[in-house]
């Protein structure tokens, strides 16, 4: 694993910045004493470590950040234009002609490659590989982050549905997340493991037409907003609130920083709608009692929508 620091720490000086908050996902935390005494001693800075959530550039520390003269943001590329926050890099570097050869035999001619933030600087490489053994390679751009190939949670826009699909990364969200979008097999190369994998989303979409069918009979929904600013949907949550009361349905918008569902369990809602990040929805739904559904899905049980017709929900 590569932190890109040093260039943080530069940027800190560059500014002057006397108070410095650090944001880190999880699995950078132990570091985070680390990290938090180097800035201390190059800059000469105060620095702050934020114990909130930080599941992607979506989920800024903006209590923090007020109480700070820059916000380090680890891991994640960048989602908006606030000038106090530094996206700091954290790249893996993996020897991937041996993964990639695996590969190969499971791949046509025309592929679209993909990956998360931490592979993006193999993706040349990857290209140039996947190139001189025949394939034409694509590149899309991600409509969130701007950057080529990269894939989030919330946003598969650097998908194409036309190609084979190869997948650059470590678990299954991504795969199965592109699989849903596309409707078609993914083959994802974990870096990690240093294995190929074929991914079909295929079980999890019909395990969701059967979340669906059990809540066409429910009668009041709870519709979830996150004040979290680049997942806040509250105007979509409002439609789908006056959607469902002009059908006679019970609906109410309830509003969260972080959705938890312990905190849901307290509600008699007979079944809940995302309009937060759809990981929520897709990676969650059985850690919570009650159903879970998608705007998409909503509007199937709001009679707007067929089956078939269903979409994987995304930010825009």
Known sequence: MRIELEKAIQEVKRRG???VGIQLPDGLRRRAFEIAEEIEKEC????????NTCFGACDIDFHLLEEVDVLLHFAHSRIGTSEKIIFVEVSHE???????????????RRVCVTTTAQHLKALGSVKRFLEENGK?????????????GEVLGCDFSA???????????????????????????????????NEVSVVNGEKIRR??????????SFEKFGILVSTKVHQRRLNLARVLKKKAKERGLKAEIIMFDTILFDALQNFD??????????????????????????PDEFLVILGEKEFHKISMDQMH
């Open 44 to 51: 000469n800075s105060e620095v702050i470590i934020s114990g």
């Open 269 to 294: 809602a007979e079944a809940y709608v995302n309009t937060a990040c759809p990981r929520i929805t897709y990676d969650d739904t059985e850690l919570h009692p009650k159903p879970l559904l998608t």
């Open 17 to 19: 910045a006397k108070r």
């Open 136 to 148: 034409q390679v694509i590149l899309k751009r991600s409509r969130r982050t701007g950057n080529l």
């Open 207 to 216: 395990k969701r037409y059967l979340l669906i069918s059990k809540c066409l």
């Open 94 to 108: 993996f020897e991937f002609s041996s993964l990639l050869s695996e590969a190969l035999p499971l791949l046509g």
């Open 159 to 193: 998908v194409e549905r036309d190609a084979d699909l190869l997948f650059i990364g470590t678990g299954d969200f991504h795969p199965l997340g592109i699989s849903l979008f596309a409707e078609r097999e993914v083959i994802a190369a974990d870096p990690l493991k």
